[in-house]
């Protein structure tokens, strides 16, 4: 089963109407039958066409819309249509757009700009969201329902008046008192001791650094404030239409937004990617986000935007060589997604997004872009049997938001060149690299499922994940800077590594950041040399074995890395973990796969992905026997792959 009631994959894409006359519909749906199209994502931008006045709707076009498409075989992921709130809600309503951190409220003419926190937005998004649910509850077309659109993109936090009016509510509820908060957020550091609630204001630009304490819950508080705008849509969604699907598109690996709450209030996750055709390495860094997705809910997901092309948003925007889209969708399929969906079905003519690729591009029928559009379709039905298929991952890399809200937060650390993004990246890459399924998981979250856990870094960390972390039975492995706080952001009595300290035998004396570019040279104890950058420590070892040392510079003959059972601790970043990474999966009994470079391997239950991202053929070695469902072959041994091209093996 599926995570819709559409059999097998979910094939289509955004689709914008309203931006063409209805004659051009009628082709629409022919060539999206013809391209093997079952579903669109529709009306995400549509509240100014669908409620042209307050209280006014104008719902017949929608209808047609949605007739139409049952008509030729696809599916609806309908939109609440409250992305952009429209013009004359903003013109009754300025206080409704969002405010910037200098106090800059900002103009019409976008889209997205609603303050999160306005009670006027909220109440016309949900009354729109009730009229939209209540005229489409029964249609057929209907499938799944698209809240928002990306929330926190364009609009992250707003610093209006009623932002400051939710936030102080929001902090009432978190400390109760104001004692309880002054000594959570240390006011009495530079004289900010409060003495009322009123005086409490969102991070606005002040005159120098902003308390760190205020920062990190103008974080968690701005994450909730936007998912609450997203729940009071769900709450009338789930009334009207209490089966059908809830989801909003969520942004890959995104800092703004707590995903591990965000998605236990959804019943499935979407996410958008953007790998850039440019970078050579984008492949490993999307596997890193789609993983993250599937780790959400454990359960397959659904990739529900990407380019078939080139983007419109970056500086240069370069398009997908031939076979670059089919081998960047299998990879979402190949990542545990449900379907492979882009941004959008009909290339515009207007607007900021005309020069954004689609499935059907100006140049319509006679284009390579749609025969590639046409051919991807078929190879998405011969691999529908893919849909609702597991992925078993033995290794599991940590994700923690309130400590990556922590790390990144500006003027108050050692260094301000660690970036979680990177850290997860450096310990992801390898893994990747040796064809290792990886999970993210909260540290909150049962560990002994898995047989490795790394945490590349745990900043924030409270004695109950600690606790949970120490309850683990497998091999851990703990990156630089954990264990230096607690959730209000203090450092842990005695410093680092806080709650960490007797899991890891270990006991941090000294932060050394390394000044840009230069590095530290780290010896294991088999005479082997590494390079660390950006970051060493002053370690002091409380019962840990040292499994390497710093050579040279002031932290000379120290230890670097150490092991304390299964327990190992990196206090630098080395520039190829490599090493300690494979000493720990042997210990694990954990097995990659020798890979030619750029080949990527990935398996959903009784299926394996090998996708070929090089410029160049490869050869592998097949681990199994099976049929490559692209091809009907049946394969064993090694194959040839061709650039850019890929096997998708069932086997027994
Ligand atoms: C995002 C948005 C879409 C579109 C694409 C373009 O994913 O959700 O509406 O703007 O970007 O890449």
Redo the contacts with the bound molecule.
Sequence with gaps: MGLTRVPGLLYGG?YNPEQWPEEVWEEDVRLMAEAGVNVATVA??SWSRLEPAPGVYEFGWLDRVLDLLHEHGVAADLATAT?TPPPWLVRLHPEVRPQDAAGTRLEFGS?QGYCPSSPVFRAAAVRLARAVAERYADHPALVMWHVG??YA?HTTECFCEESARDFRSWLRARYTTLDGLNAAWGTSCWGQHYTDWGQLEPPRKAPGPVNPAQLLDWRRFSSDALLACFEAERAVLKEVTPDVPVTT?F?SVLRDLDYWKWAAAEDLVTD?A?PDPADPRAHVKVALSYDLMRSLKRQPWLLL?S?PGA???REVNVPKAPGVMRLHSLQALAHGSDGVMF??WRQARYG??KF?SAMLPHGGTGTRQWRETVALGADVRRLAGVAGTETRAEVALVLDWDSWWGLEAPESLPSNRLKLHQLLLAWYAPLHARGIAVDLTPPGRDLNGYRVVIAPNLYLCTEEQAANLASFRGQLVVGPFSGVVDADDQVHPGGAPGPLRELLGVRVEEFWPLPDGEVQRVETADGRGLTASTWTEWLETEGAEVLARYRGGPLDGRPAVTRNGTATYLSCLPEDPAPFLDAVLAAAGVTGTELPEGVELCRRDGHLFLLNHGAEPATVSLPTDGVDLLTGRQLSGTVVIAAHDAVVLKHS
């Design positions: 955004d995400v931008f992305a889209r659109n990306e993109d598109n942004m958008d953007y935007e380019a983007v419109s948003w941004f959008q900021p997004e954004h």
